[in-house]
């Protein structure tokens, strides 16, 4: 049997208490993801970018 995308569609449907466990577990890695600090390079790119950002921008004092 061949199979392709514009003849047949696969649905996977999962049960409630699948469901509910999946997005526990999609929650838990986001806040634990969320709580590590941004590594050094980021930290510095991001500090580069607000300094250059800041002396491009026009004083309106």
Not at 23 to 47: C, F, M, V, W
């Amino acid at each position: 049997m061949m199979m392709n995308g514009k003849n047949q569609t696969r649905k996977s449907e999962v049960g409630p208490e699948v469901a509910r466990q999946i997005d526990e577990n999609l929650k838990r890695l986001y806040a634990d993801g969320a709580s590590e600090d941004l590594p050094d390079t980021l930290t510095q790119l991001i500090d580069a970018l607000r300094q250059k950002e800041s002396r491009s921008r026009p004083s309106h004092d």
